[in-house]
Nanobody
């Protein structure tokens, strides 16, 4: 599975951005797709993920109510709509895909086998 992320950029605090991640290849094997982010000097952290079948969503507490993850099964694409952005949301955002994932692992990097290239999101104050 190959993942191509896009949509990052520079935005002022309170603004919005939408990230996209298109999957190709053996997409039939994908169970969930999500987003992680990594700020300078920090570990990569979970942001949100969505189950491919059923559409159940999971969010980090820090983004709940501001970010929305969604999917287009026909286009094999996942979106992350980010509203009310804060400077602390500044990071490189990575798209990831899992073959079989559930429970607490769904919020950890170890649950995801495939990773896209990162896209930079910078929120200015």
């Amino acid at each position: 599975v190959q993942l191509q992320a896009s949509g990052g950029g520079l935005v002022q605090a309170g603004g919005s951005l939408r990230l996209s991640c298109a999957a190709s290849g053996r997409t039939f094997s994908v169970d969930a797709m999500g987003w992680f982010r990594q700020a300078p000097g920090k570990e990569r952290e979970f942001v949100a993920t969505i189950k491919w079948s059923g559409g159940r969503t999971y969010y980090a507490d820090s983004v709940k109510g501001r970010f929305t993850i969604s999917r287009d099964n026909v286009k094999n694409t996942v979106y992350l709509q980010m509203n009310s952005l804060k400077p602390e949301d500044t990071a490189v955002y990575y798209c990831a895909a899992a073959q079989t994932v559930s429970g607490v692992v769904i919020r950890t990097t170890v649950g995801y086998k495939y990773w896209g290239q990162g896209t930079q999101v910078t929120v200015s104050s």
